[in-house]
C-alpha cells in the first residue's frame, strides 16, 4: 500500500470517528444569540459555551436555577435566563449524550448522577450577566466563568440558543 493510500484510509477513518463521537451531542438549535436588556428591576443572566469539535463535544451539563429546571449546557450554544435581584444557585449534573457512550451506559450513568451546586452568582437589578460554561479534562463538574461583556459578545456571535430543560429534576 503506498504512502497516499494510507493517508487517504487514515483521513476517512478519522472523519468517521469524528461523526461517531460527536455527531449527538447537545447542541443550540434554537433562535440565534442576539442581546437583549433584562426587564426593568430584574437581572438577564446569559449562559453559554462556545462550539468545540472534538473536545467533550457529547458532555453536556443539566442546569437548575434555585432548584428549578433550567437548561442542557451542551457543546456550542446560549441560554438566556431572567432571575429576582438575590442570591441564585446553580445545580448542575453531568449528562452524557450517547453518540459517546452507547445507550445503555449513558441511561445508566445519567440516572445515577446527582446534582451538585457548581456556581453562585448575586444578581443585582437591571443588571446583565454573562457565564460561561467549559470543560476541564481534570473533572466532569463545569468550570463556569464570569465572563466580561465584550469578550462573552465576541464568543457569542452565532450560537443557538438551547431549550429549557424538560427532566425531572428528582429523578
Partial sequence: MTTEAVWKRGGSLLVALAVALGGCAVKGSGKPFALRPPPAG?????????????????????????????TRIGNGGYFAETVAPGRVRYLTRTNRDAGLYGI????????????????????????????????????????????????????????????????????
Fill in 42 to 70: 430584574e437581572a438577564r443572566v446569559y449562559h453559554y459555551r462556545v462550539h468545540h469539535t472534538f473536545l467533550a463535544s457529547a458532555l453536556a451539563w443539566d442546569v437548575l436555577s434555585n432548584g428549578q429546571p433550567l
Fill in 104 to 171: 445503555a451506559a449513558t441511561a445508566l450513568s445519567n440516572a445515577l448522577a446527582d446534582f451538585q451546586e457548581s456556581h453562585v452568582l448575586d444578581a443585582a437589578a437591571d443588571s446583565t450577566y454573562f457565564l460561561r460554561w467549559r470543560f476541564d479534562a481534570s473533572m466532569s463538574d463545569p468550570v463556569i466563568e464570569a465572563m466580561d461583556p465584550a469578550t462573552a459578545l465576541s464568543e457569542m456571535d452565532g450560537l443557538l440558543a438551547f431549550p429549557p430543560l424538560t427532566v425531572d429534576p428528582d429523578r
